[in-house]
């Protein structure tokens, strides 16, 4: 799988647990430490928890294991780093406080679509 399909298959994971405002951003041409973004809103630190859990396990399966997870779910910012590809999972204070997309709007924000029946 390359870095844009797990960006993709990612995306999809949290969507599939009702992650809200999914974003997709190709940074390759502007970072030296990732190719990929995939930002992410949580309602609840519950479901911020429940979120990466379930991103780690599913990309598992595909034979994907984080370098490192960062925060707790009480902070309201968990950070997921394969590499390449940077998992930011928010809950929605400490996403408008950040403000990722602004900060890398020079990347390529990608369109994605769920799978359907899932």
Do not use: H
Not at 84 to 95: H, T
């Amino acid at each position: 799988m390359d870095n844009k399909e797990l960006a993709l298959e990612t995306a999809r994971v949290l969507s599939a647990k009702k992650a809200q405002d999914i974003t997709i951003i190709d940074i390759s041409e502007q970072s030296s430490f990732a190719d990929f973004f995939v930002n992410a809103t949580a309602t609840n630190e519950r479901q911020l928890g429940a979120l990466v859990s379930e991103a780690e396990d599913q990309l598992a399966k595909e034979g994907v294991i984080p370098k490192n997870i960062e925060g707790r779910p009480s902070s309201g910012w968990m950070l997921m780093d394969y590499g390449d590809l940077i998992v930011n999972v928010f809950l929605p204070q400490q996403r408008e406080m950040y403000q990722i997309e602004k900060v890398w709007s020079d990347g390529v924000f990608l369109e994605w679509e769920e799978k359907e029946n899932e």
